[in-house]
């Protein structure tokens, strides 16, 4: 696994020329995307080339730069369309008003938190059907 703290800019740039490219998108960690978009919610987070600070560990899973799958979806794409260099994470928690059991998740994993149910979600859709 890379760690976040080793993911900067300067690092990325070593690595690219290392290895003659101009571009490279980096998945670090997180879940595929269940094909049902009742059943979980998904954050992600993005360090590009373009960020401000300078590592990832200033950026991943912190609420202030965490990004429903719809502005993932489009920042994701921008990147790629202009060849900047970016690395990302996702989570993805339970929804509620699904088929969980809360109560037995919230016993087994005091921290736990859970995303509301999708109809009570506020987040844009993106084209797949998930928010």
């Known amino acids: 696994m890379i760690f976040p703290k080793r993911i900067t800019k300067e690092a990325a740039k070593q690595w690219l020329a290392k290895r003659n490219k101009d571009f490279t998108a980096i998945f670090v960690s997180g879940s595929n995307i269940h094909p049902?978009?009742?059943?979980?919610?998904?954050?992600?987070?993005?360090y590009s080339m373009e960020s401000k600070e300078e590592s990832a560990a200033e950026i991943f899973n912190k609420k202030e730069h965490r990004?429903?799958?719809?502005q993932f979806d489009k920042e994701f794409k921008r990147l790629m369309d202009n060849k900047i260099s970016f690395a990302y994470v996702n989570i993805k928690l339970h929804r509620k008003g699904s088929i969980f059991n809360y109560e037995k998740?919230?016993?087994?994993?005091?921290?736990?938190?859970f995303?509301?149910?999708?109809d009570d979600d506020l987040d844009e859709m993106n084209s797949e059907g998930f928010k």
């Not at 995303?115 to 999708?118: C, G, I, L, V, W």
């Open 105 to 113: 998740l919230k016993k087994e994993y005091p921290d736990i938190e």
């Open 115 to 118: 995303a509301p149910a999708f």
């Open 36 to 46: 049902n978009p009742l059943m979980y919610k998904y954050y992600f987070w993005i």
């Open 67 to 70: 990004l429903s799958i719809s």
